[in-house]
């Protein structure tokens, strides 16, 4: 029997090819403002980035975002995703996954 597909990410800071569930997706909804869908099941276009507070440090550098999202991130969408950021652990819990 097969095992089950798991969909794989890269995430925009570190390139890092993940599990989808370890990433967490920066969306652009269709109606506009920027935000983080934790679900991963918004609708619009959407980046990934890891649960890392240095990938987000590098993520919202300008520049980066708006390239993954091709859109402009408004100074406001970044000061929300900086707070989102202080959130997250500065590196993330081993998985336990051998590499």
């Known amino acids: 029997m097969g095992r ?3 969909p794989l990410r ?17 969306v652009r909804p269709p109606e506009g403002e920027l935000m983080v869908d934790e679900r991963g099941k918004a609708p619009g276009r959407g980046a990934y980035v890891c649960r ?11 520049g980066r975002l708006e390239h993954a999202l091709r859109t402009v991130v408004s100074e406001q969408e970044r000061e929300a995703l900086r ?5 997250l652990p500065e590196d993330e819990p081993e998985s336990g996954r051998d590499e």
Request: aromatic share 6%; with cysteine.
């Open 4 to 6: 089950k597909h798991i």
């Open 10 to 26: 890269t995430c925009v800071a570190c390139r890092q090819v993940r599990p989808k569930r370890e990433l967490v997706r920066v």
């Open 52 to 62: 890392r507070r240095s990938c987000w440090c590098v993520v919202l550098k300008p």
């Open 83 to 87: 707070q989102y950021a202080e959130r």
